[in-house]
């Protein structure tokens, strides 16, 4: 069965200490792994996909990695306004436009 | 920048009601999806709709769900005869095709439905 687990549960930071949230998968045939980010009674909010181990994206404080077995999203220097909950979701199977498995989410508290 | 959005926000309904959940998605999208998220638990998919018909679907969305296309623009969840279960954060997202390449999906706000 298709898995993704989340961990932390919860994460709080002082605003510019660094940290990473980690993403475990058991997928077969991994075509795809995204990381949104979803604000209180807000939808997900897309931030990257990955597509191959090995494989970085970046944007502003925050770095996505891939290896065959999970993904760690870094947040350096984050800033309180970084705070929400970040989703893990991985795409498998052999087709487009099949169905995102999500894991339960990091929470991330940033206080100033 | 283009966006899903869905109406009404808030949905209150009585328990053995129908109710229909409304989602225009981004325009030149060709994929579209159904997903909930009960209160404190993680996204759950629903189904998916290619080429006005279902495509792959879930556990979840058994006899009393049904979608819809019904013009260009809406796509629409109906959910035949609420239960309490039911209650939860509904959000529909699209995505388009990219030849040999995963396509991220884009989520509406969402419609919360409580019934009652």
């Known amino acids: 069965e298709d898995q993704v687990t989340q961990s932390p549960e919860a994460l709080r930071l002082q605003e510019g200490e660094s940290s990473s949230l980690n993403c475990s998968y058991t997928v077969s045939g991994l075509r795809g792994l995204f990381w949104y980010r979803q604000d209180p009674g807000k939808g997900p909010e897309f931030l990257f996909t990955l597509y191959s181990a090995g494989e970085e994206k970046e944007k502003e404080r925050l770095k996505a990695t891939l290896t065959k077995k999970e993904s760690f999203l870094h947040i350096t220097a984050p800033k309180p306004e970084d705070s929400a909950t970040y989703l893990c979701a991985v795409q498998a199977g052999n087709q487009a436009g099949t169905a995102l498995i999500f894991g339960k989410g990091t929470t991330l508290s940033v206080s100033s | 920048e283009p966006e899903v959005t869905q109406t009404p926000s808030h949905q209150v309904t009585q328990m053995g009601q129908e109710v229909i959940l409304r989602c225009v998605p981004i325009?030149?999208?060709?994929?579209f999806y159904w997903y909930r998220q009960i209160l404190g638990q993680k996204v759950e998919f629903l189904v998916s709709?290619?080429?006005?018909?279902?495509?792959?679907k879930s556990e979840i969305f058994d006899d009393q769900f049904s979608v819809e296309r019904p013009d260009g623009s809406n796509f629409t969840l109906k959910i035949r005869s609420t239960k309490l279960e039911d209650s939860a954060m509904y959000f529909c997202?699209?995505?388009?095709?990219?030849?040999?390449?995963?396509?991220?999906?884009?989520f509406g706000q969402g419609t919360r439905l409580t019934v009652v």
């Open positions: 709709f290619y080429n006005n018909e279902i495509s792959e």
């Open positions: 997202a699209s995505s388009e095709p990219k030849t040999g390449m995963n396509t991220e999906a884009f």
């Open positions: 325009s030149n999208h060709l994929y």
